[in-house]
Every structure is written in C-alpha cells, then in structure tokens.
C-alpha cells in the first residue's frame, strides 16, 4: 500500500497507532485510578473517560486501522484519525464534547468503511462486523448526549462482541459447520445489539435479552470454532486457540451474570460483567489476533515466543481472582489486586510483543501452519 504521509514521512498506519497506545497507557491509569490504587499520573478525567478510551479510542481505532489498510483508500484512514483525534482530544484539556464528536464521526466513518467492503465481499460475516461499527456509532451518540456510561456499556459490548464474532463466522467454514450453527451465531449477534436497544428503555428486560444472547454466542462459539481443532496443535496456532478458548468462556460467564442479574448497572455484578467481557473476552482476543493482525498493518512481523503465555495465563487467572475472591465474596483488596494484575498482564503483553518485533523471527522457527485469519486474508485479495 502507498504511504498516505508522503514520501520520507512515516506511513500514516504507524501515526495513527501511537494515539491508540497513548489511549491504552491513559485508559490503563485511569483503571488504577478507579481501583484507588497509586497511579503514574493522576487526572481526574482519566477515570472518567477510562472506558471509552479503551473501547473507541484503543480497539476502535485499531479495528478501524485494520479495514483502512484492508480497504486500499485514503479516505477509509478518515476513521482511525478521526478515533485517534478524539482520543487526543480527551486526555488534552479540550472539552469533553470536543472528544465525544470526533469519536461519534469516526465511528461514523467506519460503518462507511463497512459499507464499501459489503460492496465488495457481500457476507453474513461483514454485515455482522458491520451491526457492530453500527452499535459503535449509538455508543459514541449516547456519550454525546451525555448519557452515563453503565447505560452506554451494552452499546460497547456489542461494538466489541459483534467485531470478533463476525471474524470467526468467516473463520467457520474451516471447521464446516452445519448451515444452521452459522445462523443462530448470526441471530444471536443481532439480538445482542436489539438487547442493547431494549436496555435503554426497560434495563431488566434487555439486560435478559443481553445475557442470552452472549450465553448463546459463547456456548456455539466454543463447539463449532477452528479453535477446538487448533488448540491440539502447538506454536501460534495452539497459542491463539487457547486464548480464543478462554475469551469464549469469559464471554458465557458475563452473559449467565446479566442474564441472571438483569438491569446490571452497577455494584459487584456491572464490575463482573465488565471486566469478563472487556479483559476475559476483548484482550484475550486482541492477544490471540495480535501475531497475525498487526503485521497486517505494520507490514513487520510479530514472531509468536512461548514467552507470550505468561501475561495471557496471568490475565485469565488475576481475572478469576478478580470476579470470584473480589466480586463474588465482596472483598474490595480482591479486586484492588486482581485489577492491578490484569494491568501488569496487559503491559507485559504488550512489553513482550514489541521485544518480539525488534528481535526478529527466531533462528529455528516452531510456528505450525495456521489458517490465514478472516482480515489479513481480505488484505491479501484486495
């Protein structure tokens, strides 16, 4: 792809990454912030946009970077820098608003970038990712307005939800499942974002409607996912699979909580589903796609180490401390220290994926054939 920037300057995918690393960094504070823990920096506006900062201004941005690159036009790098814009815009001193609008246009911009490849590649599996960017653009809406972000969080997960699992739709006919398993995943994905629709105005009813549809989602994720069949094999494919694994089960306990919790809007239960989707699910995911994705757009590759276990082990079992010691017996420094864990894991990731990309393929490579994951393999036909 041509560099958008210019010659001699440096591509406009790199730029656009160090916005959503300093999102990422801000988002991680403000979570040790909102834990009262000591944190690096300490802005009182951190823990007050800490969600969506980690939603819209770090995934967002790097789903929307990913399609840019995909999609092969200038005007679909409108998205991440817009993202990134607003992402900047609330760790300045710019009103809040100023940051809210940039987010909602570049949410925006990428149910554009969703049409164009529906024009391209009509699929069950775009036109689930593309019910997620929708759901992005009615959580960016209702930050706007103002409304309080427990209200907004479904609208984030099915964002979230809906951008993985139309990935792994696509993914499906690896393992062939039966016709009807790719439709209830698809139904179940667009009941996800009508429960999302239903909480705003009865929080009970759609908080049920939620959890199904994730109990439902999690449950033929984990039967009928290439990751049943990966996960025997060893390397990246075994390393990937584990995460997906894990992230699916994640996703069944935050859909049996809001199943059985109902209108979750605060307390013990909001900070268990939460957290089970966002770093249970979300991370796991980002870790399990991040060798395979981000060369996508890096055009560098990211060599899979058996290092990389480490912080994934480290996030699922401080995360299970977290939601089973902290939330469910009710003991706050349980949570203060499964919440600094998960931070630690997420930074060690991160630490070990950027060790990884300047060292180099290893001398003797260990990594088994993989299937070309859904996005890098609509990069390479474009």
Do not use: C, K
């Not at 979570?31 to 009262?36: E, I, S, T």
């Not at 300490?42 to 946009?49: G, I, K, S, Y």
């Not at 997960?157 to 698809?186: D, K």
């Not at 060599?303 to 480290?314: D, E, F, I, K």
């Amino acid at each position: 792809m041509q560099n958008p920037g210019g010659t001699g300057r440096p591509p406009l995918r790199l730029v656009l990454l160090a916005p959503a690393g300093l999102a990422m960094l801000a988002g991680l504070d403000g979570a040790l912030l909102l834990l009262g823990v000591p944190a690096p920096i300490r802005l009182d506006r951190l823990a007050d946009v800490h969600g969506q900062l980690m939603v819209l201004g770090v995934v967002g941005t790097l789903v929307a970077l990913e399609r840019a690159v995909a999609v092969r036009r200038r005007l679909a790098f409108s998205s991440p820098l817009l993202l990134a814009a607003g992402s900047l815009a609330l760790l300045s001193t710019a009103p809040l608003a100023v940051g809210h609008a940039l987010h909602l246009a570049g949410t925006v911009a990428l149910v554009g970038t969703y049409v164009v490849v529906w024009r391209r590649q009509p699929a069950p599996a775009i036109a689930v990712q593309g019910a997620g960017a929708a759901a992005a653009v009615g959580s960016a809406l209702l930050i706007l307005a103002g409304v309080p972000v427990p209200v907004v969080t479904p609208w984030f997960v099915a964002f979230l939800v809906l951008t993985v699992v139309g990935e792994r739709i696509e993914l499906m006919r690896v393992a062939a499942p039966p016709a009807s398993v790719r439709a209830g995943i698809v139904g179940a994905g667009l009941a996800l974002l009508g429960g999302s629709a239903v909480a705003l105005l009865h929080p009970r009813a759609g908080g049920a409607v939620l959890g199904l549809a994730l109990v439902s989602l999690a449950v033929l994720l984990a039967r009928h996912d290439v990751a049943r069949r990966t996960v025997r094999s060893t390397g990246l494919p075994r390393f990937m699979a584990l995460a997906m694994l894990a992230g699916f089960a994640w996703l069944g306990v935050a859909g049996g909580v809001w199943l059985l919790g109902g209108a979750v809007t605060d307390g013990r239960a909001y900070d268990a589903v939460l957290h089970a989707v966002f770093l249970g699910f979300v991370m796991s995911m980002v870790m399990a796609h991040a060798p395979v994705i981000l060369p996508a757009v890096l055009r560098r590759p990211l060599p899979y180490r058996p290092v990389m276990l480490a912080p994934l082990l480290l996030l699922h079992v401080s995360l299970a401390f977290r939601l089973v010691v902290g939330d469910g017996w009710g003991s706050v420094a349980a949570v203060r220290v499964g919440g600094v864990a998960n931070v630690v894991a997420v930074l060690a990731f991160l630490g070990v994926a950027v060790w990884s990309v300047a060292a180099g393929p290893p001398a003797r490579p260990t990594v088994a054939a993989v299937p070309v994951e859904p996005l890098v393999r609509e990069a390479a036909l474009r």
